[in-house]
């Protein structure tokens, strides 16, 4: 049964460059939450999709975008990036987007802005 | 929006004694507690977690309680091992049903050290 899968699993940017992380869910799950963990803190929720939507949406700004596929994988784009998106970039799945369920996490993109 | 404050941020404990590791939260809508037990440079990990209409949950070395009128919950690790030492995350999300996200809030985490 594979898990939560993500890749690349680290890259190094330039400010100012764009950058496009992928995730594909735990096999049988078809939400998928994006989160940001910066070094030394809890990750912070930045979106979720659902049914190719996305569903609901944490304090990050509209440079942080995503994208659901019909077969539940995602990805995050991050626009004009910043020194401080620097961060482990968590991808989550889950059956269904409802309070409740187990969420599962993948290993993560570590994710460089010099 | 949600608040969760966890306590301690860093738990030094010997080998065999227990750990206990503390949470609140602010939303009384909240209704799932997840715990994540986070290794250096891993993926967080489920250890456990409560639904609000439990007091209390068991696996084996591991329990959770939950307080709905203080709003706090709490992580218990009896027999501490070496190779519980990681990072451990507490979460809370709330929501009634369809349609309604399920938006993890996590706390800052606690540091544990098990030492021999």
């Known amino acids: 049964d594979a898990g939560v899968t993500q890749s690349p699993t680290h890259l190094i940017k330039t400010r100012g460059q764009q950058v496009t992380l992928r995730c594909s869910p735990k096999?049988?799950?078809?939400?998928v939450s994006w989160y940001q963990q910066a070094l030394g803190q809890g990750p912070q929720f930045i979106f979720q999709?659902?049914?190719?939507?996305?569903?609901q949406r944490g304090n990050f700004p509209d440079r942080f975008s995503g994208h659901q596929f019909p077969n539940y994988s995602s990805e995050l784009n991050v626009n004009a990036l910043l020194l401080g998106d620097s961060a482990l970039y968590l991808c989550?799945?889950?059956?269904?987007?409802?309070?409740?369920?187990?969420?599962?996490f993948g290993e993560g993109s570590w994710l460089t802005v010099v | 929006g949600e608040n969760v404050e966890q306590h301690p941020s860093t738990l030094s404990v010997q080998e065999g004694d227990s750990a206990v590791i503390k949470c609140t939260y602010s939303?009384?809508?909240?209704?799932?507690f997840p715990w994540y037990k986070q290794e250096l440079g891993k993926r967080p990990q489920l250890i456990i977690d409560?639904?609000?209409?439990?007091g209390e949950k068991k696996d084996q070395r591991i329990a959770v309680t939950l307080n709905k009128t203080a709003k706090h919950f709490s992580l218990h690790i009896t027999e501490t091992q070496p190779e519980d030492s990681a990072v451990y995350f507490c979460?809370?999300?709330?929501?009634?049903?369809?349609?309604?996200?399920?938006?993890?809030?996590f706390g800052t985490g606690t540091r544990l050290q098990v030492t021999l």
């Open positions: 989550a799945s889950s059956l269904g987007p409802f309070s409740g369920n187990t969420i599962y």
């Open positions: 096999s049988g799950h078809d939400t």
């Open positions: 999709y659902y049914e190719e939507e996305e569903r």
């Open positions: 939303d009384s809508a909240s209704n799932y």
């Open positions: 409560i639904r609000s209409n439990v």
């Open positions: 979460a809370a999300s709330k929501g009634s049903g369809t349609g309604t996200a399920s938006k993890l809030t």
